[in-house]
T-cell receptor
């Protein structure tokens, strides 16, 4: 069973600060997705990374996929209260069936005004 | 293009009753996945279905839980004789054909067993 470790589990910062969330596995990902989930809602896809070393930007969010495709990071610049939420990374490995995802435990981000 | 639709959004059942959760995938998607999320935890895979076939049910408890995705109509996750430990949010996701295609999630059904 592939495991996916996400850190930190909780993060509380002030508006304007930067932060990084990490996602690691001992196995090579076929692809990795980052989601954001708000209370009472389903996860919303932010980005998919597939190629080792890939970097994708989404406004103030920067997603990086490790060269070996075993880890990924999400960096938020100048965090805002609207960024508050649960950030989840989810991976697909090898010949895993379809797009079945294995999720990390999530990072609960709170941005205080 | 409507997203993944789940209903009901909230479901309350007494212990021993049956719970039926429905999921209609996005238009054009033929793959459906069910996940369970306990409070303040990540999502845990339960089952992966294509039309009329269960492809992978390795995450689903062997007893009381079943899932189907008929040729016509939504996918159904059925929990028989519910217990308090079944209380959770159940999410459905759908994707298109091909490996590694992106999965999109519904808003979930929050099951409360009293």
């Amino acid at each position: 069973t592939q495991l996916l470790e996400q850190s930190p589990q909780f993060l509380s910062i002030q508006e304007g600060e930067n932060l990084t969330v990490y996602c690691n596995s001992s196995s090579v990902f076929s692809s990795l997705q980052w989601y954001r989930q708000e209370p009472g809602e389903g996860p919303v896809l932010l980005v998919t990374v597939v190629t080792g070393g890939e970097v994708k930007k989404l406004k103030r969010l920067t997603f990086q996929f490790g060269d070996a495709r075993k880890d990924s990071s999400l960096h938020i610049t100048a965090a805002q209260p609207g960024d508050t939420g649960l950030y989840l990374c989810a991976g697909v490995w090898g010949e895993t069936s379809g797009s079945r995802l294995t999720f990390g435990e999530g990072t609960q981000l709170t941005v205080n005004p | 293009n409507a997203g993944v639709m789940q209903n009901p959004r909230h479901l309350v059942r007494r212990r021993g009753q049956e719970a039926r959760l429905r999921c209609s995938p996005m238009k054009g998607h033929s793959h459906v996945y069910w996940y369970r999320q306990l409070p303040e935890e990540g999502l845990k895979f339960m089952v992966y279905l294509q039309k009329e076939n269960i492809i992978d049910e390795s995450g689903m408890p062997k007893e009381r839980f079943s899932a189907e995705f008929p040729k016509e109509g939504p996918s159904i996750l059925r929990i028989q004789q519910v217990v308090r430990g079944d209380s959770a949010a159940y999410f459905c996701a759908s994707s298109g054909t091909g490996r590694d295609t992106e999965a999109f999630f519904g808003q979930g059904t929050r099951l409360t067993v009293v």
